[in-house]
């Protein structure tokens, strides 16, 4: 799939277009970049139409899994899901153009919070990293944390994270390479997340 960035071509032709009528989307923009003066002037219109156009460009780059995990209205979706399948220069800037059209009709603060929480920069997925990494920490220092973590989420295995636990251990006594210990990580966050456990993966987030 291209996920190329749209340069200078690619923007909207009605990047000037009056943005008055979505309060929420001048709000946000103004959240983003600070106090501005009270009457928008006309570069700054275009910049807020370019940066609202930039969420669609984030969107139509999401894999589809990630996509279904943002509330988007059913019309945008679409012409991001339509984005993805066209690979004609001409024919996506115009469904770019689209998206960003629809953009302005939407408050886009939700939207740009959903994806610094999938991108890991939001505040709160931070915290939640730093929790489940203190957590992890507890557990192999008392195994009875275990009884915490099964009040917690009443869908773990225990007997898989006793193990995990005993392998971790057993790994920082040999000077072993902690695979048991990032898999905790892993397990811990999918249990976080409500989902069942997916393969191993190297990027666990816990360096």
Known sequence: MDTKLLDQDD????????????????????????????????????????ALQDLGVQLVALSTDRLKKINLPDNLREAVRDAQRISAH???????????????????????????????????ATARLHALERLRTRLLEDEQVL??????????DMKQLRQLRRN?????????????FREIFRVLK???????PEPESEEDGDD
Do not use: C
């Open 147 to 156: 009884g915490e973590i099964m009040a917690s989420y009443p869908q773990a």
């Open 11 to 50: 923007l909207p032709e009605d990047a000037n277009a009056n943005l008055d009528d979505n309060p929420e989307a001048l709000r946000w923009e103004e959240n983003r970049r600070g106090p501005t003066s009270s009457a928008p002037s006309k570069s700054r219109k275009k910049r807020d139409v370019e």
């Open 90 to 124: 001409g024919a996506r800037r115009r469904q770019f153009q689209l998206i960003g059209k629809l953009m302005r009709e939407i408050d886009p603060a939700p939207i740009q919070e959903a994806l610094d929480e999938i991108n890991g920069v939001s505040a709160a």
């Open 190 to 196: 999918e249990l976080q997340n409500h989902v069942a």
């Open 168 to 180: 971790a251990l057993k790994e920082q006594e040999l000077h072993k390479p902690p695979k048991a």
